[in-house]
């Protein structure tokens, strides 16, 4: 038998926002405590210091932790090559596109399973991304996807199109063809796995976002993030953040948020890589800063440009 009003009390909890100073505590996992037993829940705000951050999830010791890929990332620097020790199982990342660098970062850190999902918060979880093919797996039990290029046709294998989602099971309010506005790529339905559910491969991001940048950009974008993913241990010691900015006359800033000077090593990998297949690449800046700011929300966007509106 449910309990209406406690289910209602810890839905007000859970949506509280989050004390920079205290962490949140419940005896349960928030959405699945009611359906079967679980340990407690801890959350701690990701607004706080990064050292303090990493001292919580120490103390802490979690069997499981969630966080947005941003923030998994930001603690794999912190944490500077060190493996984290503890009894940690799992990781969850959300909201934000988790890249194969990033994932690499993290999982050199926090060596546990990574996982991430595709949700809207319209139609709740929507697929799940294969550990072992890269792709996303749809739940084709209550949705049906599509992806659909601009001229309204079916994305083929390797080409983008927007991820349009119908929700099969909701009597109270149905979704049919609903353009979610993200930009994923389309895949073939032979995963490596073996797994014969529908599935879709990268999510690009938002098209209202990308839709504007100039030819290439995304390509740009790529190899810096390539070029970070590659760079030697000993040349991102200190680094925290950082952020790639596209500016107005189609130039590049590579914004970094560092704990102390990087090496000389570093500027000179990102822009070997920058020009290894550019005879005559836009220029781009390597720019030490103070501050990296996420949104309101908490969510960070590691790509930044002029023409995004």
Known sequence: KTDFSKARRFYQLIRTPLSTIAPLRLNGWPNLYQLFETGEFV??????????????????????ALA?????????????????????????????TLTQDMAHRINRVFPVPLHQNYGLNEMGLV??????????????????????????EPARVGERGRLVVSR??????PLFRYNTDDVAVATDQNCPCGRTLPCFGEVIGRYSRIAYLPEGTLGRV????????SCPDEYMSGLRKYQISQQQDLTFCLRVLCERELPDGFGQHIQSRWSAQDPDPPVLTIMRVADLSAGPSGKFQDFVSHFMP
């Open 43 to 64: 959350a701690y705000s990701v607004f706080n210091p990064i050292a303090d951050q990493m001292r919580w999830l120490e103390e802490q010791n979690p069997d499981y």
């Open 68 to 96: 947005y890929a941003e923030s998994l990332e930001h603690l794999a620097f912190a944490f500077e090559g060190r493996t984290f020790t503890g009894k940690l199982k799992s990781l969850q990342s959300i909201s934000e």
């Open 127 to 152: 697929a799940t991304k294969c550990p072992e093919g890269g792709r996303y797996h749809v739940h084709s039990e209550g949705f049906h996807v599509e992806l659909i290029r601009e001229d309204g």
């Open 168 to 173: 099969l099971l909701s009597l109270g309010m």
């Open 222 to 229: 790529a190899i810096l993030r390539n070029a970070l993913g």
